[in-house]
């Protein structure tokens, strides 16, 4: 059963286009909720996250959409920059000590020059 | 520098072969994890442990074991590994009370 459900696999943009990521997820207890920057050949790092007590959070070009009755959220990508380009995951889970993450499959993003 | 190190960075082994990828930290977190990932499939959890001599099964622990005998440390080890292990293995730590992960470098292991 897959938990956190991310969509697109693949994403090709333009630069200085908008990149959109989608994640679904089923626990009504996940109240944590990261998106994860990775460049090839390196871990996954905290790009941004944000927890249900707000329903936006910006960080300069990435903003994290959160609509807690559709158990949805989503990461914006303003004025994308090929050096964005990389693959991204979002996650989900409790905070604090019960927080054991549940990743969702990856978005592999391009932005073409 | 914080940092989470693995090693080594890449393997090539034989089916059966025992081998141990370690991992360290030195920011003093009580909480580290092994995820192993595959193409299409994201992220998955082998095995976490909360701190020194305690640690638990994640979502795909069959075929690996851990161990926790110093915090700084959390070795994965494959007894007899399989074909199907062949994967992109990634050590994290975390601080007790902050759910911001710091992910290693990655190991790559192929198994043949």
């Known amino acids: 059963q897959q938990q956190v459900k991310q969509s697109p696999q693949s994403l090709i943009v333009q630069k200085g286009g908008i990149s959109i990521i989608n994640c679904a997820y089923e626990n009504t207890a996940f109240d944590y909720f990261p998106w994860y920057q990775q460049f090839p050949g390196k871990g996954p790092a905290l790009l941004i996250a944000?927890?249900?007590?707000?329903s936006e959070k910006k960080e300069g070009r990435f903003t994290i959409s959160f609509n807690k009755s559709a158990k949805q959220f989503s990461l914006h990508i303003m004025d994308s920059q090929p050096g964005d380009s990389a693959t991204y995951f979002c996650?989900?889970?409790?905070?604090?000590?019960?927080?054991?993450?549940?990743f969702g499959r990856g978005t592999s993003l391009i932005v073409h020059p | 520098e914080a940092q989470v190190t693995q090693n080594p960075r890449y393997l090539i082994t034989v089916t059966g072969k025992k081998l141990t990828v370690t991992c360290s930290q030195n920011m003093n977190h009580e909480y580290m994890s092994w995820y192993r990932q595959d193409p299409g499939l994201g992220l998955r959890q082998i095995y976490y442990?909360?701190?020194?001599?305690?640690?638990d099964k994640g979502d795909v622990p069959e075929g690996y074991k851990v161990s926790r005998k110093e915090k700084r440390n959390f070795p994965l080890i494959l007894e007899s590994p399989s074909p199907n292990q062949t994967s992109l293995y990634f050590c994290a730590s975390r601080r007790r009370g902050w759910n911001e992960q710091y992910f290693g470098p990655g190991t790559r292991l192929t198994v043949t």
């Open positions: 944000i927890r249900p007590d707000v």
């Open positions: 996650a989900a889970g409790g905070w604090g000590g019960s927080y054991i993450p549940t």
């Open positions: 442990s909360m701190n020194v001599e305690v640690t």
